[in-house]
């Protein structure tokens, strides 16, 4: 019986991706030749393989099976034809992520990933935009919020601490009270999930009517002016962990509360969660959290957790 490979290369790209049109840019042919490759495919093995869901497709039972079969295989095949042609082969991995954590934690760690995998490459994409994965061809996204995205994987990143820094010649470390803050210039990122009103309500204090604030829309910036002696950031210990660790920040107050919140997510279709990339990446990225945590800088005098 002939073997339709072709079709069965198609059908492949497409159950990877999610989506006709992304088979089709990938394999640079029209949407509707994906579309009749796949039906060809079906109607050779007698089954259903895909359905149709919004702009995306998702894999029937049987599809699951197969896709699961073959995958590795057509994998290698594609290996080994490149290392025939004398090419290294070569995976990209993209990942989406917002511009604090790219700049402020992924990108310092990076390194020890690419070393680790030099048969991938690395598209790091820092934006807020949310990612539509029946559109867009991204592997994984580190996303901004409260973890509440039904029908794709959610796994929180890290538990982050909030509390006010600022540069040590600014204040130094543990000298003032929570209510000497009112007297002090307050910078703050408008999109952080902490803001300044709900610190003072914890600490049972009420915030001066004309607060002097400087407002930036990314966390890094917020960040940056802290520790470039401009005033008193309210922001996370993941965001701002090289500071704390140089030295360029450090928190100003005695008894600190204890703010911890959990505002990254990693986030990807189910399916994504096959791809040796992406397993790759998750299991190399949980690694780096768990450093990070044992390592984490605590305020003196912030209480523990219960």
Not at 161 to 174: D, E, K, R, S
Not at 229 to 257: F, H, K, Q, V, Y
């Amino acid at each position: 019986m002939h073997l339709p490979l072709r079709a069965i290369s198609v059908f492949h790209a497409a159950a990877r991706s999610g989506s006709i049109s992304a088979a089709a840019e990938e394999l640079n042919v029209t949407p509707s030749a994906v579309s009749q490759q796949i039906q060809a495919l079906e109607t050779h093995l007698g089954t259903s393989l895909m359905v149709k869901i919004g702009r995306g497709v998702a894999l029937t039972e049987a599809g699951e099976r197969y896709f699961s079969m073959i995958a590795e295989e057509i994998d290698r095949i594609s290996e080994a034809t490149q290392s025939i042609r004398g090419l290294r082969p070569v995976t990209l991995l993209t990942v989406r992520a917002t511009p604090t954590l790219s700049s402020k934690w992924l990108l310092p760690r990076l390194k020890g990933f690419l070393d680790a995998n030099p048969g991938l490459e690395v598209r790091l994409n820092g934006t807020n935009e949310v990612t539509d994965f029946t559109r867009e061809t991204v592997d994984v996204e580190i996303r901004h919020g409260r973890g509440q995205w039904p029908g794709l994987y959610t796994e929180g990143l890290a538990e982050e601490l909030f509390f006010p820094v600022c540069h040590p010649g600014y204040a130094a470390p543990g000298s003032l009270e929570a209510e000497d803050l009112v007297h002090h210039r307050l910078i703050q990122s408008v999109k952080s999930q902490v803001q300044w009103p709900y610190w003072f309500s914890l600490n049972q204090l009420t915030p001066p009517n004309q607060m002097r604030r400087v407002l930036f829309d990314r966390s890094h910036m917020a960040i940056d002016a802290a520790a470039d002696g401009i005033g008193m950031a309210l922001e996370s210990s993941l965001m701002m962990w090289r500071e704390l660790r140089d030295g360029t920040l450090a928190c100003p107050l005695r008894r600190p509360p204890r703010i911890a919140q959990t505002t990254q997510w990693v986030v990807c279709p189910v399916d994504s969660l096959r791809k040796k990339k992406v397993s790759l990446f998750l299991d190399w990225l949980r690694d780096e959290v768990k450093q990070w945590q044992a390592q984490q800088f605590i305020p003196p005098g912030m209480p523990d957790a219960k």
